[in-house]
Structure formats: structure tokens, C-alpha cells
Nanobody, 117 residues
Framework: QVQLVESGGGLVQAGGSLRLSCAAP????????MGWYRQAPGKQRELVAA?????????ADSVKGRFTISRDNANAKNTVYLQMNSLKPEDTGVYYC?????????WGQGTQVTVSS
């Protein structure tokens, strides 16, 4: 079973920073896009940021200017990063990595991000 390996969540005070990473195995071919979604308690999962194989990025309005998504494709690695700065309590939630190939999507297990006020 294909697994996405996520890391980097944790507890941080408002105004702080965290960096999430997600590594996709080499068995996933023809990746079109990689991204991060989050789900806050009692809310639906929402897109935070995504990056295509061509480098085009897309951000939720709520994180623009604070979060940066990037991707490392070197040496057959498929790793996506989410640098989160100026974190706010409303950024709290479970963050899920998502990989879209030509055939299907894959989800990570999620990593908890908690921002205290």
C-alpha cells in the first residue's frame, strides 16, 4: 500500500512558524500536483496550498502571504513542503498531504498543528 510520509506538525504559539513535509514514494508515477489540506474541528477539509508539476502554486486566501509551498523533485524524490509563518489560532487543525497522479489521488494520515493564542 502506498504511503505518504508526513512530518513537522506540533504545538506553537501564535506568531510562530512550523514546516511540514511530505514524501511520496517513488512508486507513484506521473505526479501532477502535490498539496496540503487541513481540517479544523467541526469543519470540512479545505485546501491550504498546492503546487503542480510545473511549479504553479495555489493558496487559500486565508494563508496567502504567510504560507509557502515548495517541492523537491531532485534525485527521484517527490517531497512537498509547507512553510507556515505568522501562525494564527485559526490555523489549528489536522493537515493532510495530498498527491494527485494521472490516475488517482493519495492522502497522508495527517499531522496535527495546534496554534495557541
Amino acid at each position: 500500500q502506498v504511503q505518504l510520509v508526513e512530518s513537522g506538525g506540533g504545538l506553537v504559539q501564535a506568531g510562530g512558524s512550523l514546516r511540514l513535509s511530505c514524501a511520496a514514494p517513488g512508486s507513484i508515477f506521473s505526479i501532477k500536483a502535490m498539496g496540503w489540506y487541513r481540517q479544523a474541528p467541526g469543519k470540512q477539509r479545505e485546501l491550504v496550498a498546492a503546487i503542480t508539476s510545473g511549479g504553479t502554486t495555489n493558496y487559500a486566501d486565508s494563508v496567502k502571504g504567510r504560507f509557502t509551498i515548495s517541492r523537491d523533485n531532485a534525485n527521484a524524490k517527490n517531497t512537498v513542503y509547507l512553510q507556515m509563518n505568522s501562525l494564527k489560532p485559526e490555523d489549528t487543525g489536522v493537515y493532510y498531504c495530498n498527491v494527485q497522479s494521472s490516475w488517482r489521488g493519495y492522502w497522508g494520515q495527517g499531522t496535527q498543528v495546534t496554534v495557541s493564542s
